[in-house]
């Protein structure tokens, strides 16, 4: 079982940046790739980005490719996102996700993740 904790969002104007952090419990961390989720209100939630169990490979979603940037400390059980340039439409609840390697991980596919934070809100304003 892994249990995941997000944290860092908040309140920021456009263009500025923030740091999500995800927290993870559990010795098979560095086994497992991981991902970040995001659901604004009234939306489905989306994939953001992705990252391999040791952190040499990333993927992005076009919407985010260029002002996020995913990595890992293995060490410290940690997941980040670096969000820069942020806009308004970045806001919504972001989510960190885990689990077995499933085919679709990579490319965001919800349900090849098994375990899910339950997420840190984000606000850009304009």
């Known amino acids: 079982q892994v249990q995941l904790v997000e944290s860092g969002g908040e309140l920021v104007q456009a263009g500025g940046s923030l740091r999500l952090s995800c927290a993870a419990s559990?010795?098979?961390?560095?086994?497992?790739?991981m991902g970040w989720f995001r659901q604004a209100p009234g939306k489905e939630r989306e994939f953001v980005a992705a990252?391999?169990?040791?952190?040499?490979?990333?993927y992005y979603d076009d919407s985010v490719k260029g002002r996020f940037t995913i990595s890992r400390d293995n060490a410290k059980n940690t997941l980040y996102l670096q969000m820069n340039s942020l806009k308004p439409d970045d806001t919504a609840v972001y989510y960190c996700?885990?689990?077995?390697?499933?085919?679709?991980?990579?490319?965001?596919?919800?349900?090849?993740?098994?375990?899910w934070g339950q997420g840190t809100q984000v606000i850009v304003s304009s």
């Open positions: 996700a885990t689990g077995p390697s499933r085919a679709g991980w990579s490319s965001g596919v919800a349900s090849a993740y098994a375990y």
């Open positions: 559990g010795r098979t961390f560095g086994a497992y790739p």
């Open positions: 990252i391999s169990s040791n952190g040499y490979a990333t």
